[in-house]
């Protein structure tokens, strides 16, 4: 699926987005070392067809995820009632956006001492990127969309990438355990939460965005972004909690998701400040009744 992009069909767009879904299936449905083999195996096979840096970008952007997850996916103990309890979904999808902060800040230390540092790194990158796909438009075109897009571009692609792999994993899981195969039982999702330092790692890139000296504040504003992501979940997570007190409850579902894709960037933004303050206000223990049954923190 991630070779398909080569073939330049429409279609390779969506089964690109789906390139770890197997290393997922793999991981959660018999292992962390099924997770491993198939993420070498991944990895090989896609050096060995498209290249040895196509490999290791298929590496580091499905496989390691894919493992890191899955190893923390499968971690469980024994609760004092005797009952298996098994590592929170929050505390997977916290450790996996800090492990794309991570690759953000390591990216801007590579850069720093390029021309303009890390934004100018960036800016070279898109405008070779813009002259190579679309050579017919003029200079000026292309320095305008590099304007449009460098301030946010690192943080949108680790956004992006970071929603591509919570949805697979989360598919995975929902195959799994729908055919019997899954390894743990699937988390509740209205359940969703985080830890606080994931709250904390935001607040403190805000502040770098805010009142940073020049790189820090492009660096900050883009970890900012990063950081905020896992927060629109925790905001789908309370929305589901909530909808548990309304008489339909799957039409309302239905009915908000469609109002999600129609405004879209605005719905996002809401969500992810939705998901911010229940760190803080707990709403849906204010307003849902208490949670049932509790993920091993």
């Not at 067809?49 to 390691?64: I, K, M, T």
Request: glycine share 12%; hydrophobic share 55%; charged share 10%.
């Amino acid at each position: 699926m991630t070779l398909s992009v080569v073939t330049g069909s429409p279609l390779s767009f969506f089964l690109v987005y789906l390139g770890s879904l197997p290393l997922y299936l793999a991981g959660l449905g018999f292992g962390f070392r099924a997770a491993g083999v198939a993420a070498l195996v991944g990895a090989a096979t896609t050096a060995f067809s498209a290249g040895p840096l196509a490999g290791v970008l298929f590496a580091g952007v499905s496989g390691l995820p894919a493992f890191m997850v899955t190893v923390l996916a499968l971690r469980n103990r024994l609760g004092p009632d005797g009952q298996t309890e098994w590592y929170a979904a929050g505390n997977i999808l916290a450790q996996l956006t800090a492990l794309g902060a991570a690759f953000l800040a390591f990216a801007a230390l590579l850069t720093m001492g390029s021309d303009g540092g890390f934004e100018g790194a960036i800016r070279q990158y898109l405008g070779d990127l813009f002259a190579a796909m679309m050579p017919q438009l003029s200079e000026l075109d292309r320095r305008d969309m590099t304007d449009v897009l460098a301030p946010a571009f690192p943080g949108a692609v680790l956004t992006s990438w970071l929603l591509m792999s919570a949805v697979n994993g989360g598919l995975a899981q929902w195959v799994l355990a729908r055919s019997g195969r899954a390894i743990r039982p699937s988390p509740a999702f209205a359940e969703l939460d985080l830890p606080q330092w994931s709250a904390l790692l935001l607040v403190g890139a805000g502040i770098m965005a805010l009142f940073g000296p020049g790189p820090f504040e492009y660096v900050g504003r883009n970890l900012a972004l990063v950081l905020a992501a896992p927060f629109f979940f925790v905001g789908l997570a309370v929305v589901h909690a909530l909808t548990r007190r309304v008489p339909f409850p799957g039409m309302f579902l239905a009915a908000f998701y469609v109002f999600v894709v129609l405004l879209s960037g605005f719905a996002a933004l809401l969500l992810t400040g939705l998901g911010f303050l229940e760190q803080w206000a707990c709403l849906r223990r204010r307003f849902a009744g208490p949670d049932k049954g509790q993920e091993d923190e």
